[in-house]
């Protein structure tokens, strides 16, 4: 079964600076995606990033970018600059299009506090 | 704006009430599901349709009782629920084979 382990439940960082968030998946898969969501205050999750697994270059959106580990399973993101709003609860997750059940399976939240 | 609408944002029920969360999505997309979010634990799937059929139930208790009636609308009709069942319920909607698209989701408190 595919499991995502986020194993840091709670993080912060100081405005401006960059902070990292960590994610390893266990999966027999070789065709699969990984995500980077947020959750603010307002609950709605927003996708951050996305990573295909067959990409060898690592996804970058603006202030964000992921580190993809493909043989050790890892799934960093990275938070530049570190602004406010950056502020939330950010869960990782993994889909495989060959997964007969159409399921998304997300970590269990890392909760980032920005410090001004 | 993500696409997909919850209603209602809030809400407060008794253990025998009968309640019901709506979910709306714009998007176009032919599937669409239902997620329980309680604190410290990952997303609990509990439903998912596919053009409307329902593909997916996570072994949810039959107080929860979904319905679909067109790919842009989901129900979740609640009742004899339970306290434990106080959770952020999250609807989400993609293409059948793709990433998902959340709603803002509705807090439901059972007292």
């Known amino acids: 079964a595919q499991t995502v382990t986020q194993s840091q439940p709670e993080m912060s960082v100081q405005e401006a600076e960059t902070v990292t968030l960590s994610c390893t998946y266990d999966?027999?898969?070789?065709?699969?995606?990984l995500f980077w969501y947020k959750q603010p205050p307002s609950r709605q999750m927003i996708l951050v990033i996305r990573?295909?697994?067959?990409?060898?270059q690592n996804a970058t959106e603006n202030r964000f970018s992921v580190n993809f580990q493909k043989a050790a399973k890892s799934f960093s993101l990275k938070i530049s600059d570190s602004q406010l709003g950056d502020a939330a609860m950010y869960f990782c997750?993994?889909?495989?299009?060959?997964?007969?059940?159409?399921?998304?399976?997300f970590g269990t939240g890392t909760s980032l506090t920005v410090i001004p | 704006e993500t696409g997909v609408t919850q209603t209602p944002r809030h809400l407060v029920m008794g253990m025998t009430n009968k309640k019901s969360l709506k979910c709306e999505q714009h998007?176009?997309?032919?599937?669409m599901y239902w997620y329980k979010q309680s604190a410290k634990k990952p997303l609990e799937l509990m439903f998912v349709?596919?053009?409307?059929?329902?593909?997916e139930n996570n072994s949810v208790p039959s107080r929860f009782s979904p319905e679909c009636p067109n790919s842009s609308h989901l129900f979740l009709h609640l009742h004899t629920l339970q306290p434990e069942d106080s959770a952020l319920y999250l609807c989400?909607?993609?293409?059948?084979?793709?990433?998902?698209?959340f709603g803002e989701g509705s807090w439901l408190t059972v007292v």
């Open positions: 989400a909607s993609s293409q059948v084979v793709g990433l998902r698209y």
């Open positions: 349709y596919n053009f409307k059929e329902q593909t």
């Open positions: 999966t027999s898969e070789s065709d699969y995606y």
């Open positions: 997750a993994y889909f495989s299009p060959l997964n007969t059940g159409n399921q998304f399976y």
């Open positions: 998007l176009g997309h032919n599937a």
């Open positions: 990573q295909e697994a067959y990409k060898q």
